[in-house]
């Protein structure tokens, strides 16, 4: 069971293969990893310790941040995300943390979560995908239905007063044309924060 893997110089944390979004361009649809990462479909979701043990046995001195992102929304298990990570800040308050995410914790989590970000992560990557919230819904396909795009605005919004570090991110062509970029990129602005393209990528099985 792969709980943490390491690609380039980050080490990442899969803690589930549990997602509300089913985005038509997700690599979880043409492959089973990413960047010789091995298998990241879990056979079960790891308990909080065993997260802990994972992260334990890399040298930090060997990377530069730890990245919540595997096959799943990391906010499903907000609350292992949050113990965890704060058990590394424990370890290395300098040590860089950030958390890949859809932006759907309020509505996965049933509750206000931006504050709970505070002094644990210092930057948040939001999927926004689009600048518009019926293309949105087609691409990503959430389950939670039309309530998800202004509820990632949102949250994205409010954690911009938590997080040092906020990025909203789109995939770039042919997911999203140059002038969905601009529009993306004005919503960011908007919010507080900054937009990222991210490449189209295709994971061979």
Known sequence: MTITYQIKSAVYVNLTNRCPCACTFCLRNNGDGVGGSGSLWLEREPTLEEVKASLDSWDYARFREVVFC???????????????????????????????????????????????????????????????????????????????????????????????????????????????QARCRAIAERLGARLRVRQYEVVSR
């Not at 292992?80 to 950030?98: F, M, N, S, T, Y």
Request: contains cysteine; negative net charge; hydrophobic residues 40%.
């Open 70 to 180: 595997g096959y799943g929304e990391p906010t499903e298990r907000l609350d292992v995300l949050l113990a965890a990570a704060e058990h590394l800040k424990r370890r290395d308050p300098e040590l860089r943390i950030r958390v890949n995410t859809n932006g759907l914790c309020d509505l996965i989590n049933g509750r206000s979560t931006a504050p709970l970000f505070k002094g644990k992560v210092d930057c948040l990557s939001i999927s926004l995908n689009s600048d518009d919230a019926t293309q949105y819904e087609s691409m990503c396909r959430p389950k939670f239905g039309a309530a998800a795009y202004p509820a990632l605005l949102k949250f994205a919004g409010e954690a911009v007063a938590f997080v040092p570090e906020v990025v909203l991110t789109v995939v770039g062509e042919p997911v999203t044309s140059l002038e969905g």
